[in-house]
């Protein structure tokens, strides 16, 4: 039923880790609700939607490194995760 999509270890693993933090992020919202803060955005954000913006960045850096860059994928999961980061940081 799914042979048309390319599941291998590493995208199980991507997918097993959004559905952890949808549900981390869910149960931090029941037991520990949140204001949403203004940042560097200059929009009001919660949690969710720092990690929304991380998800969005983080795929654009990826793009834009096959794109423009190539080679080793460990130099854009570094820079994704200090991207992710800065958002829950300073967003």
Do not use: H, N
Request: glycine letters at 8%; zero cysteines; charged letters at 10%.
């Amino acid at each position: 039923m799914l042979d048309w999509m390319a599941w291998t270890w590493q995208t199980a693993l991507f997918f097993g880790f959004v559905a952890f933090m949808l549900v981390l992020l869910t149960l931090l919202a029941i037991y520990r609700p949140e204001t949403p803060r203004i940042g560097i955005l200059r929009f009001p954000t919660t949690r969710g939607d720092r990690f929304f913006v991380t998800l969005i960045g983080s795929a654009y850096i990826f793009i834009f490194w096959m794109r423009f860059g190539g080679g080793s994928l460990w130099y854009p999961l570094f820079a994704a995760i200090v991207y992710g980061i800065a958002m829950f940081k300073f967003a």
